[in-house]
């Protein structure tokens, strides 16, 4: 095992580019990570381009054929909910919703993480000691209240929302990227840089935050979902997405009401959460493995 | 141990003054003040209320007689029950959620640990593409997703079980247990199997192989403790989505817990009742977290015995 | 010397015979040992020699039942009645750490990081010899003593990331002859220590080689250390065999190319130039993609027509055997 690891490392991994080539080879061999990649994309498309597809507006109650299950002639191909509005439009709209709000929420936690953990791997010492602690500090905190303080005392903007989910859930991030940049700082690259006096923010912008982008890539994989779940949970206690504007969390509160006698509206906003939470759960775990080849070893 | 735990001890006590000092200056930043609200009080009313909760001093002085009545666990009254004190409230719906919370972290836990074992030993067979197909689905699945869904089997269908409401009964219990517990037994096993995985190919196994050890005494003896420490690590962050799963769950199957006044609170705009909550588990995970320290440290005996924190 | 293995097996402790091991990769099959043979007699010490990845470290996991889970191994090697390499689990389990022993590289990883010392050591003597925790424990003190350790009562209830490497290594040594075992095989057990606690251990080893008549593998890629310990020598390359000699031999008239080039690449001693340390050129050749014939051929510079032509083993000069197509080593 060790040997084999030994023999990749030296015949191998030195050739230049070939660790992301290797990476991407393995990704390849992987079928659950490969089939997750082009549902998602899938996904992404229905999502942006679907409710072109469809004469009916996501908004517009139509008191006549509320609750209509699902019905390819009057082209309510997932059937109505409680007023009439048409639910393959709505999943969609709710979709995006969902999508745009994770990535969102994603990129402010990766710049915030990012920068804080980098910062404090790179200087170590004191600075490093100090904010971990505050990092353990903060960990400690029960941050889902505290979103659900600040929605009640800012009413309900969901981008503002958002923005403070993305600006509290950089903790994971900063602790990974400190560990990884610990590491990194004592490679010979980043000591030479040192030594011929490059400025600390170009070593960390250029050597450093580089050689992060695997972790970074793995982890921000790995919290659009939570963020997507965490999106839902609050549209599913009726704290996030108001009306008429709508998500998946919105749209599975809304069909757990009536699942009895619409079953579809719960199903189909289900289904739809519930794949691609499915997806990048599968993409993050192949890319985890791929640029990780110990497990595979 | 001791300077360990007395350390520890000492990192609790600015987490908790940051809980109370954030929650101070949050309710202070809603608009308005703290008790505006769509209504219109009187001017005598809010005046009465105003110096109830010493509105009419100045800030610090009102952030450290704040300071003081949480550190006496003291949560005032609710703005909205109106004959009820926050700390009523909280007696009222805590023991429910630490009832089906409590079950869900235990039983979560061992579930996961055995799943996450079984599937490590029996690395890449079919038990352990299966499992880690279900620990899969159990992490991709919401439990808002999945609790109707179990209503509908097991309430609508079959009749087994009730599909909401609350008796001190374990009927009443097992489905809110098994939503909440399910997220954290797909998480606990791929936690459990994977560091397992990763102890089993250490040198030091080698080593207890080379001495002659059976499997299963390796197994116990040597790798189960390292494995598990990643799990206790993770106790802490499980405590936290316990309780935060726990306001669904509470709402989905309509149980009387804290998460209901909760919520309750938050879309009544009953800040002393959102802020007492929010408190009091911000207190209940800060003491979880030192215990879950300690434990970690008692398991490792270069924490127990150099006083070193190693992360 | 009768260095042949196939004619002193009557009396060998271990007999080794076409060894073969390979591990089942994503990118297909990696041979790292291809049919090596050797012996080893009661109280001999035999060193394997070779540069990393030359297989050695593989042949010794085979030998103690460690592979990784894609390595397989085939052949024979028999050990007082038992073929190592086909006696399953529970008989391997009976010998290890019983009458086989391995000690490894790294010291400072080897150990359980979450067990004191003591228990470590107590639990062989539990396992193989049913001794009662407390009365293991004794008798494992005593060999801390043995292997010249101070303070062994206080050492048994540390902790591995207490001691020093150096330190460590005298314990895993005492922990593997706790049951007086026939063999020791130790892969690299100096490497990862300081040059002056190297000598130490060498000298421990020797030492207990005498008072216990442990016969020893040495598997090192040094071959200065094996001078001063060793009483035969197996070099290899790529997973074969290229030469098997008495040490006396090996050192003052190598025959294969090779074993010559590891030999000049020992800087002696200080009275020698430095200039005259004269390392192997290139690299050794990928493990997945051997070239055919003699393996060493693209680094050797004698090679000729012959060497695509895969070398036996065969009867050398010094007695011993050798694999390559040259008559004589030119000097």
Not at chain 1, 72 to 80: A, I, R, V
Not at chain 1, 256 to 268: G, R
Not at chain 2, 253 to 268: C, D, I, M, W
Not at chain 3, 120 to 139: D, F, I, T, Y
Request: glycine residues 8%; neutral net charge; hydrophobic residues 50%.
């Amino acid at each position: 095992m060790s040997m084999l690891g030994q023999w990749r490392q030296t015949l191998w991994l030195q050739r230049p580019g070939s660790l992301w080539a290797d990476a991407l080879a393995r990704l390849m061999r992987n079928r659950a990570a490969m089939l997750a990649c082009v549902l998602l994309l899938l996904l992404v498309v229905l999502v942006c381009a679907g409710p072109l597809l469809s004469p009916w507006d996501a908004e517009i109650p139509d008191w006549d054929n509320a609750s209509m299950p699902p019905d390819l002639s009057s082209k309510h191909w997932f059937g109505t909910d409680a007023i009439g509005r048409d639910l393959f439009v709505r999943v969609l709209e709710g979709g995006r919703v969902s999508l745009l709000v994770a990535l969102l929420a994603t990129i402010v936690s990766l710049v915030i993480g990012v920068s804080y953990g980098a910062i404090a791997g790179y200087f170590g010492g004191r600075l490093d000691a100090m904010m971990m602690r505050m990092v353990d500090i903060l960990y400690a905190l029960p941050f889902l209240f505290f979103v659900i303080l600040l929605i009640v005392i800012f009413q309900r903007n969901i981008l503002l929302i958002f923005i403070a989910i993305g600006a509290i859930n950089w903790l994971d991030m900063a602790r990974i990227v400190r560990g990884q940049t610990l590491s990194l700082r004592n490679r010979p690259f980043v000591h030479a840089a040192e030594a011929i006096g490059v400025q600390s923010k170009y070593i960390i912008s250029r050597h450093i935050v580089p050689n992060l982008l695997g972790v970074v890539v793995v982890y921000a994989t790995l919290t659009i979902p939570q963020i997507i779940l965490m999106e839902s949970f609050l549209s599913f206690l009726g704290l996030g997405v108001q009306e008429p504007a709508t998500s998946w969390g919105a749209l599975v509160s809304d069909g757990a009401q009536e699942m009895q006698t619409a079953p579809w509206s719960l199903l189909f906003p289900g289904m739809f959460l519930v794949v691609t939470l499915f997806c990048f759960n599968f993409i993050g775990d192949g890319l985890r493995d791929a640029l990780d080849p110990r497990e595979h070893l | 141990m001791l300077r360990y735990a007395i350390e520890r001890l000492l990192t609790a006590i600015p987490t908790l003054l940051l809980l109370i000092t954030l929650a101070f200056f949050l309710i202070r930043l809603a608009p308005g003040g703290p008790f505006d609200s769509e209504r219109v009080l009187s001017p005598e009313i809010e005046q009465n209320l105003n110096q109830l909760y010493h509105l009419d001093e100045s800030l610090p002085v009102q952030y450290f007689r704040y300071m003081g009545q949480i550190l006496r666990l003291d949560f005032g009254p609710s703005f909205q029950y109106r004959d009820w004190t926050v700390n009523q409230l909280i007696m009222q719906g805590f023991p429910v959620s630490l009832t089906i919370g409590g079950f869900a972290l235990l039983g979560g836990l061992i579930l996961g640990v055995l799943i996450g074992l079984l599937a490590a030993l029996r690395q890449n067979t079919w038990p352990d593409y299966t499992l880690m197909s279900l620990a899969m689905a159990g992490l991709s699945i919401p439990a808002f997703v999945l609790a109707p869904l179990l209503v509908l089997l097991f309430a609508v269908k079959f009749g087994w079980l009730p599909a909401g409401g609350w008796e001190w009964h374990w009927q009443y219990m097992l489905l809110p247990i098994i939503t909440l517990g399910m997220p954290l037994v797909a998480y606990v096993a791929r936690l459990t199997r994977a560091s397992m995985i990763e102890v089993m190919r250490s040198a030091f196994i080698r080593t207890a192989r080379a001495k002659g050890l059976p499997m299963w005494l390796i197994v116990l003896r040597h790798a189960l403790k390292p494995s598990l420490l990643p799990v206790v690590s993770y106790l802490g962050p499980a405590a936290a989505a316990i309780i935060a799963g726990s306001v669904v769950i509470e709402k989905i199957f309509t149980v009387p817990g804290l998460g209901t006044y909760f919520v309750q609170g938050a879309l009544n705009r009953d800040y002393t009742l959102v802020l007492g909550v929010v408190i009091f588990y911000g207190m209940l995970i800060i003491l979880f977290n030192l215990l879950v320290d300690l434990l970690y440290a008692w398991m490792d005996p270069q924490i127990r015995l150099n006083n070193r924190i190693r992360h | 010397m009768a260095i042949d293995p196939a004619s002193s097996g009557d009396q060998a402790l271990l007999q080794v015979s076409a060894l073969r091991v390979s591990f089942a990769t994503a990118d297909g099959e990696l041979q790292a040992v291809r049919a090596v043979d050797f012996s080893v007699r009661s109280g001999e010490i035999l060193a394997i020699v070779g540069e990393s990845g030359s297989g050695k470290t593989q042949l010794a996991m085979a030998l103690m039942g460690l592979l990784a889970e894609n390595g397989s191994a085939s052949g024979s090697a028999m050990f007082q009645g038992h073929d190592l390499l086909g006696c399953g689990q529970k008989q391997m389990n009976r010998l290890r750490g019983s009458k086989l022993a391995m000690i490894f590289q790294d010291p400072e990883s080897t150990l359980n990081p979450y067990m004191s010392i003591g228990r470590q050591m107590s639990e062989v003597l539990e396992q193989h010899r049913n001794m009662p925790h407390k009365q293991a424990w004794l008798v494992a003190e005593e060999m801390l003593h043995q292997v010249c350790i101070d303070d062994a009562h206080e050492r048994m209830r540390q902790f591995p990331y207490e001691l020093s490497g150096g330190m460590l290594q005298r314990i895993i040594i005492a922990m593997a002859l706790l049951c007086q075992p026939a063999l020791l095989i130790a892969d690299e057990p100096t490497t990862a220590l300081d040059v002056t606690v190297q000598a130490d251990i060498n000298r421990l080893m020797l030492d207990l080689r005498e008072r216990y008549q442990t016969a020893i593998i040495l598997i090192t890629h040094d071959l200065g250390m094996v001078a001063g310990l060793a009483d035969k020598v197996l070099v290899m390359y790529a997973g074969q065999t290229m030469e098997y000699a008495a040490v006396a031999d090996l050192y003052q008239r190598p025959e294969h190319p090779y074993s010559r080039g590891l030999l000049r690449a020992i800087p002696q001693s200080f009275s020698n130039k430095l200039a005259a340390l004269q390392p192997i050129p290139g690299n050794p050749p990928n493990p997945m993609q051997l070239p055919s014939g003699c393996p060493f051929r693209d680094r050797c510079e004698y090679a000729f027509a012959d060497c695509t032509a895969t070398p036996l083993l065969r009867p050398a000069r010094h007695g011993g055997l050798i694999a390559c197509h040259l008559d004589r080593l030119p000097e």
